[in-house]
């Protein structure tokens, strides 16, 4: 009789443990090692992709498998490709460079005669412009949309007009905000300026009578 109460007590026990062996074998299954692996290659993907995101490089950044330094981008000048700084103005840049205007209107730092076929240097004022002259850039149609960029100073369509009082083709010599001086087509109102608008300019150094002239 104790016997059979001792075994009676202890069955639960052998149960109890059995079920437990039980549960560690399932987790050696397919199953369970399924959800295990799972977890662990989603806890790889993850690390992978954060690791990704922290070595990306910006597609604008990117040159010749390389990757530009933060504030540069990748240009083409059709001969090859080279990380250089954006700028916005030539006074931006060392001395030896040109803050070149690109096809989408930034500007980078290049040296002077990188572009094949010439290349316009970005400015703000004629100070920065070997010739004194810093004027707006046209469009393919000759609208003055900008940005400023240096040009010859020889009275000519939307070029320099420093020290002179009249303009080629009946244009005004008119002076911005900047003391920037250029000669332009004077205006009565934007729908005459094509892509450009009608700005109010400094017409004391001509010989129109203004106010107003096409400008970016």
């Known amino acids: 009789m104790d016997k059979a109460v001792s075994l009676a007590a202890v069955a639960p026990l052998l149960i109890g443990c059995t079920a437990i062996l039980g549960d560690f074998q399932v987790s050696g299954t397919a199953v369970d ?31 010749n498998g390389a990757c530009c330094d933060p504030g540069a981008i990748c240009i083409d ?4 490709k080279q990380c250089a700084k954006t700028c916005t103005s030539n006074n931006k ?5 040109c ?26 004022t004629g100070v920065e412009c070997g010739s004194g002259a810093c004027a707006p850039a046209v469009d393919a149609t ?8 240096c040009k010859a100073n020889d009275g000519a369509s ?12 009946g244009h005004c010599c008119v002076a911005d905000a900047q003391g920037n001086e250029f000669c332009a087509v004077q205006c009565l109102n934007s729908s005459t300026c094509g892509a450009a608008r009608c700005n109010a300019y400094n017409f ?10 096409c400008g970016p």
């Open 99 to 124: 803050c070149t205007l690109l096809a989408d209107g930034r500007g980078a730092w290049l040296q002077p005669g990188t572009v094949p076929g010439g290349q316009a240097c970005r400015c703000t």
């Open 142 to 149: 000759g609208n003055p949309v900008g940005p400023y960029i």
């Open 204 to 213: 004391s150094f001509s010989s129109c009578s203004g106010p107003k002239a």
């Open 77 to 80: 000048n059709h001969v090859t």
């Open 33 to 63: 090692s399924g959800a295990t692996d799972a977890g662990a290659d989603a806890a790889s993907s993850s690390a992978d992709a954060a690791a990704d995101a922290g070595s990306s490089c910006p597609v604008a950044q990117q040159c």
């Open 158 to 169: 939307y070029t320099g007009c420093h020290g002179l009082t009249t303009c080629n083709g």
């Open 93 to 97: 840049c060392p001395s030896a460079q």
